[in-house]
């Protein structure tokens, strides 16, 4: 309930490619004036107490990378700092966001934000921390038609919590609102989706004004539909869209066909029961073929498709868009062996053509070298 500290070019070997020893779920974001950043969170041996998040930056759309641009970690060693997201709103300010846990998940965790006005200058500002809501949110906000902004944020009911804080009404895939450029922020309402793992939900607005959500679930991907601007929600149920039970991204691009990037022909996955008899960190099945999708009817099919990474033990896809049509897609590869986070670009056209994918391109790797001792 603390904020974390935002460090800039930390130097300290803990923080270091060098040392780190695992990493993954990353985010990225284009600033208006082309500068790419992207995120992902690390520390200590697995996902506990003490992850921080690391920020990187690249000026020439992806070819070269910063290194450590900056760290956000929390003082207590109990608390981790993790799942975070980019986001560039419609002023043009850079948002990073985080979720703060004591633990792995103490049933209550917490939304965090600090935001930069100035993004492409050689040492942006970022305001103080703050608190914005309850649970966890790791996906892009939604602008709304009528200008609102709404931020899914959850609290788990697939996990158990580690502590009660008296949270159980609010155990489902939640939407806030901020009318106000992100001054305030409510609860605005919640979708029940059954199944669902982690959440990690999304909210487009279709052509007809209509919210739809998808959500991750053990069986595939969920979705729910709201009428009211995301006040009230269908029962959910299970969508047309299969998926491996991992994070997805959708959003609608400047043409208004909607882009999906998610796991396609993935074969097997786990199932509850497997996944259950394991610990808070798990081993997932499927987590392969990611593939850029086209939608040119509102989400009902998505017949155009472009293969990223065919690689085992890829996952976790968010997207930016730059000003002149390129996507770019970052992710995570096999977040305790390979440790990299990867991009891959493409643009509209290319999906549309079904053309040849380009090569992906290495932002970090972790290394996990151990600390030397020294005197």
């Keep these: 309930m603390t904020a974390a500290r935002i460090l800039s070019r930390p130097t300290e070997a803990v923080y270091s490619d060098r040392h780190r020893k695992w990493q993954g779920i990353p985010s990225i974001e284009r600033t208006a004036g082309g500068r790419l950043y992207v995120d992902w969170y690390s520390g200590m041996d697995t996902e506990t107490g003490g992850n921080f998040v690391v920020v990187t930056t690249s000026d020439d759309d992806g070819d070269t990378w910063s290194g450590v641009r900056f760290v956000v970690e929390h003082d207590d060693p109990e608390v981790r700092v993790y799942d975070p997201c980019l986001w560039r709103d419609p002023l043009d300010r850079l948002w990073l966001t985080w979720n703060q846990s004591r633990g792995f998940f103490d049933a209550r965790v917490g939304v965090w934000a600090a935001v930069t006005e100035n993004p492409d200058d050689d040492d942006p500002k970022w305001s103080e921390p703050r608190r914005l809501a309850n649970g966890l949110m790791m996906n892009k906000p939604t602008v709304r038609g009528d200008g609102a902004w709404l931020f899914p944020a959850a ?5 158990p919590p580690t502590e009660r804080h008296g949270l159980e009404a609010e155990q489902f895939s939640n939407v806030h609102v901020t009318h106000d450029h992100g001054e305030t922020f409510a609860l605005l309402g919640s979708a029940d989706v059954p199944n669902r793992s982690f959440d990690e939900h999304m909210v487009v607005e279709k052509r007809d004004g209509t919210l739809w959500m998808l959500v991750r679930c053990f069986d595939g991907i969920g979705e729910s539909f709201s009428a009211d601007g995301g006040a009230t929600w269908s029962p959910g149920r299970r969508s047309h869209i299969d998926g491996p039970c991992s994070r997805f991204h959708i959003r609608r691009l400047p043409s208004g066909r909607l882009l999906l990037v998610n796991h396609a022909d993935f074969g097997e996955r786990r199932t509850i029961e497997e996944l259950e008899q394991q610990g808070d960190v798990k081993e997932w099945k499927g987590r392969t073929n990611l593939t850029a999708f086209l939608s040119d009817d509102d989400g009902a099919t998505w ?13 976790y896809p968010d997207v930016a868009l730059g000003d002149d049509g390129e996507i770019f897609v970052v992710y995570d590869h096999d977040r305790f062996g390979d440790r990299g986070i990867y991009l891959a670009r493409c643009t509209e056209d290319e999906i549309l053509d079904g053309a040849p994918v380009r090569k992906s391109t290495l932002v970090n790797r972790a290394l996990a070298l151990p600390v030397e001792d020294r005197p």
Excluded: M
């Design 155 to 159: 609290i788990w009911a697939c996990h």
């Design 303 to 315: 017949p155009h498709r472009l293969l990223l990474d065919d690689r085992e033990d890829i996952s």
